[in-house]
Protein backbone atom coordinates (compact mmCIF):
# COMPACT_ATOMS: atom_id res chain seq x y z
CA UNK A 1 0.00 0.00 0.00
CA UNK A 2 1.91 3.27 -1.06
CA UNK A 3 1.58 6.49 1.23
CA UNK A 4 1.04 9.76 -0.17
CA UNK A 5 3.28 12.61 0.46
CA UNK A 6 1.67 15.41 2.80
CA UNK A 7 0.59 18.55 0.68
CA UNK A 8 2.57 20.88 3.07
CA UNK A 9 5.82 19.14 2.82
CA UNK A 10 5.99 19.53 -0.93
CA UNK A 11 5.10 22.78 -0.80
CA UNK A 12 7.80 23.16 1.57
CA UNK A 13 10.68 21.03 -0.55
CA UNK A 14 9.48 23.29 -3.23
CA UNK A 15 10.21 26.30 -1.74
CA UNK A 16 13.44 24.83 -0.30
CA UNK A 17 14.57 24.24 -3.70
CA UNK A 18 13.30 27.95 -5.36
CA UNK A 19 15.80 29.22 -2.47
CA UNK A 20 18.89 27.19 -3.13
CA UNK A 21 18.29 27.97 -6.86
CA UNK A 22 17.99 31.69 -6.38
CA UNK A 23 20.94 31.67 -3.71
CA UNK A 24 23.64 29.77 -7.07
CA UNK A 25 22.19 32.91 -9.08
CA UNK A 26 22.97 35.27 -6.80
CA UNK A 27 26.58 33.70 -6.73
CA UNK A 28 27.13 33.52 -10.32
CA UNK A 29 26.06 36.98 -10.66
CA UNK A 30 28.51 38.09 -8.04
CA UNK A 31 31.41 36.00 -9.68
CA UNK A 32 30.64 37.08 -12.96
CA UNK A 33 30.54 40.79 -12.23
CA UNK A 34 33.72 40.03 -10.54
CA UNK A 35 35.35 38.33 -13.51
CA UNK A 36 34.48 40.90 -15.92
CA UNK A 37 35.91 43.60 -13.53
CA UNK A 38 39.19 41.66 -14.40
CA UNK A 39 38.38 41.15 -18.00
CA UNK A 40 37.92 45.22 -18.05
CA UNK A 41 41.13 45.75 -16.62
CA UNK A 42 43.52 42.94 -18.58
CA UNK A 43 41.45 44.86 -21.47
CA UNK A 44 42.64 48.69 -20.39
CA UNK A 45 46.16 47.12 -20.27
CA UNK A 46 46.23 45.06 -23.62
CA UNK A 47 44.68 48.22 -25.13
CA UNK A 48 47.35 50.61 -23.89
CA UNK A 49 50.25 47.75 -24.46
CA UNK A 50 49.16 47.40 -28.29
CA UNK A 51 49.06 51.62 -28.99
CA UNK A 52 52.86 51.64 -26.97
CA UNK A 53 53.87 48.56 -29.39
CA UNK A 54 52.12 50.27 -32.33
CA UNK A 55 53.70 53.48 -32.13
CA UNK A 56 56.83 52.27 -30.47
CA UNK A 57 59.31 54.42 -32.98
CA UNK A 58 57.49 57.30 -32.33
CA UNK A 59 57.57 56.80 -29.00
CA UNK A 60 61.53 55.96 -28.36
CA UNK A 61 62.20 58.76 -30.59
CA UNK A 62 60.11 61.53 -28.72
CA UNK A 63 61.49 60.68 -25.46
CA UNK A 64 65.49 60.54 -26.53
CA UNK A 65 64.27 64.23 -27.48
CA UNK A 66 62.76 64.96 -24.68
CA UNK A 67 65.45 63.65 -22.78
CA UNK A 68 67.92 65.64 -24.74
CA UNK A 69 66.02 68.86 -24.19
CA UNK A 70 66.26 67.72 -20.39
CA UNK A 71 69.80 67.14 -20.45
CA UNK A 72 70.87 70.62 -22.21
CA UNK A 73 68.50 72.52 -19.53
CA UNK A 74 69.62 70.86 -16.71
CA UNK A 75 72.96 71.79 -17.57
CA UNK A 76 71.97 75.65 -18.49
CA UNK A 77 70.05 75.78 -14.73
CA UNK A 78 72.29 77.37 -12.13
CA UNK A 79 73.01 75.34 -9.00
CA UNK A 80 70.67 76.20 -5.82
CA UNK A 81 72.14 75.95 -2.52
CA UNK A 82 69.91 75.66 0.67
CA UNK A 83 70.98 75.77 4.57
CA UNK A 84 69.53 75.08 8.05
CA UNK A 85 68.95 76.78 10.97
CA UNK A 86 66.99 75.32 14.50
CA UNK A 87 65.54 77.86 16.73
CA UNK A 88 63.69 77.99 19.90
CA UNK A 89 61.21 81.16 20.39
CA UNK A 90 59.88 82.37 23.72
CA UNK A 91 57.50 84.74 24.19
CA UNK A 92 55.20 83.37 21.70
CA UNK A 93 57.36 85.49 19.28
CA UNK A 94 56.75 82.03 17.12
CA UNK A 95 54.00 83.85 15.75
CA UNK A 96 55.53 86.94 14.40
CA UNK A 97 58.75 84.28 13.08
CA UNK A 98 56.25 82.58 10.81
CA UNK A 99 54.21 85.95 9.61
CA UNK A 100 58.15 87.50 8.50
CA UNK A 101 58.91 84.52 7.09
CA UNK A 102 55.83 84.36 4.78
CA UNK A 103 56.73 88.51 3.92
CA UNK A 104 60.39 87.42 3.17
CA UNK A 105 58.88 85.30 0.62
CA UNK A 106 56.34 87.69 -0.91
CA UNK A 107 59.24 90.26 -1.42
CA UNK A 108 61.11 88.26 -3.48
CA UNK A 109 58.15 86.98 -5.38
CA UNK A 110 57.66 90.96 -6.38
CA UNK A 111 61.42 91.55 -6.37
CA UNK A 112 61.32 93.64 -4.32
CA UNK A 113 65.10 93.59 -3.45
CA UNK A 114 65.34 96.93 -1.77
CA UNK A 115 63.58 96.17 1.12
CA UNK A 116 65.61 92.63 1.78
CA UNK A 117 68.94 94.76 1.46
CA UNK A 118 67.50 96.42 4.04
CA UNK A 119 65.95 94.17 6.48
CA UNK A 120 69.47 91.75 5.88
CA UNK A 121 71.71 94.19 5.21
CA UNK A 122 73.41 92.57 2.29
CA UNK A 123 74.06 94.32 -0.95
CA UNK A 124 71.19 94.06 -4.26
CA UNK A 125 73.02 91.37 -6.09
CA UNK A 126 72.65 89.01 -3.17
CA UNK A 127 69.55 89.61 -2.29
CA UNK A 128 68.53 88.56 -5.92
CA UNK A 129 70.26 84.81 -5.15
CA UNK A 130 67.89 84.20 -2.29
CA UNK A 131 65.20 81.96 -4.04
CA UNK A 132 62.96 81.00 -1.10
CA UNK A 133 62.62 80.85 2.61
CA UNK A 134 60.48 77.64 4.59
CA UNK A 135 59.82 77.27 7.81
CA UNK A 136 59.13 73.91 9.39
CA UNK A 137 57.88 72.23 12.85
CA UNK A 138 61.86 71.57 13.77
CA UNK A 139 62.59 67.55 14.79
CA UNK A 140 60.52 66.30 17.55
CA UNK A 141 60.29 62.57 19.52
CA UNK A 142 57.34 61.11 20.65
CA UNK A 143 58.14 62.65 24.34
CA UNK A 144 57.39 65.99 22.66
CA UNK A 145 54.33 65.00 21.04
CA UNK A 146 52.65 63.89 24.29
CA UNK A 147 53.93 66.69 26.09
CA UNK A 148 52.45 69.15 23.59
CA UNK A 149 49.33 66.49 23.39
CA UNK A 150 48.52 67.09 27.58
CA UNK A 151 49.33 71.08 27.21
CA UNK A 152 46.46 70.44 24.84
CA UNK A 153 43.72 68.81 27.21
CA UNK A 154 44.52 71.04 29.78
CA UNK A 155 43.30 74.32 27.75
CA UNK A 156 40.16 72.49 27.05
CA UNK A 157 37.14 71.61 29.55
CA UNK A 158 36.47 67.84 30.70
CA UNK A 159 34.20 67.15 27.89
CA UNK A 160 35.78 67.91 25.10
CA UNK A 161 39.13 66.87 25.82
CA UNK A 162 37.32 63.08 25.68
CA UNK A 163 36.71 63.28 22.16
CA UNK A 164 40.21 64.47 21.00
CA UNK A 165 42.59 61.20 20.64
CA UNK A 166 46.51 61.87 20.57
CA UNK A 167 46.55 60.62 16.37
CA UNK A 168 43.82 63.14 15.92
CA UNK A 169 45.78 65.72 17.75
CA UNK A 170 48.90 65.27 16.09
CA UNK A 171 47.18 64.91 12.63
CA UNK A 172 45.77 68.03 12.89
CA UNK A 173 48.11 70.17 14.86
CA UNK A 174 49.54 73.24 12.92
CA UNK A 175 52.77 74.66 12.63
CA UNK A 176 52.90 76.80 15.30
CA UNK A 177 52.17 74.08 17.89
CA UNK A 178 55.61 72.66 18.33
CA UNK A 179 58.20 74.86 20.13
CA UNK A 180 60.97 74.23 18.24
CA UNK A 181 60.98 75.87 14.25
CA UNK A 182 63.47 74.79 11.04
CA UNK A 183 64.19 77.59 9.26
CA UNK A 184 65.29 76.44 5.58
CA UNK A 185 66.79 78.85 2.77
CA UNK A 186 67.66 78.00 -0.77
CA UNK A 187 69.96 80.36 -2.68
CA UNK A 188 71.60 80.08 -5.85
CA UNK A 189 75.07 81.78 -3.79
CA UNK A 190 76.06 79.32 -1.70
CA UNK A 191 77.51 81.16 0.98
CA UNK A 192 75.19 83.39 1.84
CA UNK A 193 73.65 82.14 4.84
CA UNK A 194 75.52 83.25 7.14
CA UNK A 195 75.00 86.89 6.89
CA UNK A 196 71.18 85.92 7.16
CA UNK A 197 71.20 84.96 10.41
CA UNK A 198 71.56 88.75 11.60
CA UNK A 199 68.26 89.86 9.79
CA UNK A 200 66.37 86.57 10.93
CA UNK A 201 67.45 86.98 14.71
CA UNK A 202 65.11 90.47 14.69
CA UNK A 203 62.13 88.89 13.33
CA UNK A 204 61.24 87.35 16.70
CA UNK A 205 60.60 90.50 18.29
CA UNK A 206 57.64 92.46 18.23
CA UNK A 207 55.02 94.66 20.65
CA UNK A 208 53.61 91.43 21.61
CA UNK A 209 56.46 89.73 22.78
CA UNK A 210 57.71 92.65 24.35
CA UNK A 211 55.26 92.80 26.71
CA UNK A 212 54.81 89.21 27.36
CA UNK A 213 58.54 88.96 28.73
CA UNK A 214 58.18 92.51 30.75
CA UNK A 215 54.72 91.08 32.26
CA UNK A 216 56.40 87.53 32.75
CA UNK A 217 59.27 89.68 34.83
CA UNK A 218 56.97 91.72 36.70
CA UNK A 219 55.19 88.48 37.81
CA UNK A 220 58.58 86.80 39.17
CA UNK A 221 59.59 90.31 41.09
CA UNK A 222 56.49 90.02 42.62
CA UNK A 223 56.27 86.36 43.65
CA UNK A 224 60.69 86.78 44.55
CA UNK A 225 59.30 89.14 46.92
CA UNK A 226 56.99 87.83 48.28
CA UNK A 227 59.21 84.30 48.86
CA UNK A 228 61.81 86.57 50.51
CA UNK A 229 59.47 88.43 52.96
CA UNK A 230 58.41 84.94 54.02
CA UNK A 231 61.82 83.23 54.22
CA UNK A 232 62.74 86.80 56.33
CA UNK A 233 59.80 86.07 58.75
CA UNK A 234 60.57 82.58 59.23
CA UNK A 235 64.24 83.01 59.92
CA UNK A 236 62.99 85.74 62.56
CA UNK A 237 60.72 82.75 63.88
CA UNK A 238 63.74 80.62 64.42
CA UNK A 239 65.77 82.99 66.03
CA UNK A 240 63.04 83.12 68.25
CA UNK A 241 63.07 79.34 69.30
CA UNK A 242 67.06 78.96 69.23
CA UNK A 243 66.38 82.08 72.49
CA UNK A 244 64.02 80.10 73.94
CA UNK A 245 65.91 76.82 73.87
CA UNK A 246 69.13 79.35 74.91
CA UNK A 247 67.38 80.35 77.95
CA UNK A 248 65.90 76.52 78.66
CA UNK A 249 69.70 74.86 78.36
CA UNK A 250 70.91 77.52 81.10
CA UNK A 251 68.80 75.79 84.09
CA UNK A 252 70.12 72.90 85.88
CA UNK A 253 67.60 69.98 84.87
CA UNK A 254 65.11 72.30 83.85
CA UNK A 255 64.11 73.27 87.56
CA UNK A 256 64.14 76.56 89.74
CA UNK A 257 63.49 76.86 93.40
CA UNK A 258 61.35 79.26 95.16
CA UNK A 259 62.42 81.91 97.94
CA UNK A 260 60.61 79.54 100.04
CA UNK A 261 62.75 76.60 99.12
CA UNK A 262 60.28 75.43 96.80
CA UNK A 263 61.03 73.62 94.11
CA UNK A 264 59.35 73.41 90.80
CA UNK A 265 59.95 71.87 87.28
CA UNK A 266 59.53 74.05 83.99
CA UNK A 267 58.27 72.59 81.38
CA UNK A 268 60.85 72.64 78.20
CA UNK A 269 58.81 75.30 75.52
CA UNK A 270 57.70 72.98 72.24
CA UNK A 271 59.01 74.27 69.34
CA UNK A 272 58.69 73.60 65.84
CA UNK A 273 62.47 73.74 64.44
CA UNK A 274 62.41 71.12 61.97
CA UNK A 275 58.83 72.04 60.18
CA UNK A 276 60.30 75.38 60.19
CA UNK A 277 63.28 74.23 58.74
CA UNK A 278 61.68 72.24 55.95
CA UNK A 279 59.34 75.24 55.29
CA UNK A 280 62.64 77.45 54.75
CA UNK A 281 64.39 74.97 52.28
CA UNK A 282 61.02 74.57 50.34
CA UNK A 283 60.92 78.38 49.62
CA UNK A 284 64.52 78.68 48.89
CA UNK A 285 63.74 75.85 46.63
CA UNK A 286 61.16 77.98 44.72
CA UNK A 287 63.05 80.93 44.71
CA UNK A 288 65.75 79.19 42.91
CA UNK A 289 63.30 77.87 40.63
CA UNK A 290 61.75 81.67 39.40
CA UNK A 291 65.63 82.51 39.01
CA UNK A 292 66.38 79.69 36.93
CA UNK A 293 63.48 80.49 34.88
CA UNK A 294 64.50 84.16 34.37
CA UNK A 295 67.79 82.95 33.47
CA UNK A 296 66.71 80.06 30.90
CA UNK A 297 64.07 82.62 29.27
CA UNK A 298 65.85 85.82 29.50
CA UNK A 299 66.08 86.11 25.49
CA UNK A 300 63.62 86.19 22.46
CA UNK A 301 64.81 82.95 20.92
CA UNK A 302 67.63 80.36 21.63
CA UNK A 303 69.42 79.77 18.52
CA UNK A 304 69.97 75.48 18.62
CA UNK A 305 72.14 75.17 15.36
CA UNK A 306 73.18 78.03 13.16
CA UNK A 307 73.12 78.28 9.25
CA UNK A 308 76.43 76.81 7.75
CA UNK A 309 79.06 78.77 6.30
CA UNK A 310 78.62 77.38 3.03
CA UNK A 311 75.23 75.39 2.07
CA UNK A 312 74.80 72.13 0.83
CA UNK A 313 73.93 71.22 -2.99
CA UNK A 314 70.16 71.33 -3.49
CA UNK A 315 68.76 68.41 -5.16
CA UNK A 316 65.27 67.25 -6.18
CA UNK A 317 63.31 65.05 -8.47
CA UNK A 318 61.40 68.05 -9.73
CA UNK A 319 65.31 69.58 -10.44
CA UNK A 320 66.32 66.53 -12.80
CA UNK A 321 65.17 67.67 -16.33
CA UNK A 322 66.53 64.88 -17.74
CA UNK A 323 64.03 62.75 -16.10
CA UNK A 324 60.91 64.99 -16.11
CA UNK A 325 61.19 65.85 -19.40
CA UNK A 326 60.55 62.61 -20.62
CA UNK A 327 57.62 61.69 -17.83
CA UNK A 328 56.28 65.05 -19.87
CA UNK A 329 56.49 64.07 -23.37
CA UNK A 330 55.37 61.07 -22.59
CA UNK A 331 52.65 62.18 -21.05
CA UNK A 332 51.19 64.54 -23.84
CA UNK A 333 51.91 61.76 -26.28
CA UNK A 334 49.34 59.94 -24.29
CA UNK A 335 47.03 63.21 -24.24
CA UNK A 336 47.77 63.02 -28.28
CA UNK A 337 46.52 59.33 -29.01
CA UNK A 338 43.48 59.44 -26.98
CA UNK A 339 42.06 62.90 -28.65
CA UNK A 340 42.91 61.52 -32.13
CA UNK A 341 41.09 57.97 -31.19
CA UNK A 342 37.98 60.17 -29.58
CA UNK A 343 38.11 62.88 -32.97
CA UNK A 344 38.02 59.10 -35.13
CA UNK A 345 34.93 57.80 -32.78
CA UNK A 346 32.61 60.95 -32.61
CA UNK A 347 33.17 61.29 -36.54
CA UNK A 348 31.95 57.43 -37.17
CA UNK A 349 29.41 57.64 -34.71
CA UNK A 350 25.84 57.66 -36.46
CA UNK A 351 23.56 56.76 -33.35
Not at 25 to 53: E, G, P, Q
Not at 269 to 284: H, M, S
Request: aromatic content about 12%; hydrophobic content about 40%; charged content about 25%.
Amino acid sequence: MSQEVPKGSQNEEVDLGQLFNMIGRLFDRFFNFIASIFKAIFSVFIYALKAIVNNFKIIVIVLLLAGVLGFILQRTQKDIYESQMLVKPYFDSKFQLVTNINYYNALIGEKDYTQLTSIFEIDEESAKQIIEFEIHPGPENENDKIKQYDTFLKSLDSTRAQNISFDEFVENRSIYSGDVFEINVKSFKKDIFRSLEEGLNSTFTNTYSVKKREKRDSLIYIERNRILASIKEADSLQNVYLRVMEEESKMKDGSYTTKDGMSFIREKTKTREYDLLQEVNKLREELGKLDAQKVEEDVYFDTLSSFQDVGAKYSSIWNLYVVIMPMIAFVLLCIVYLSIRLIKYVSSYEG
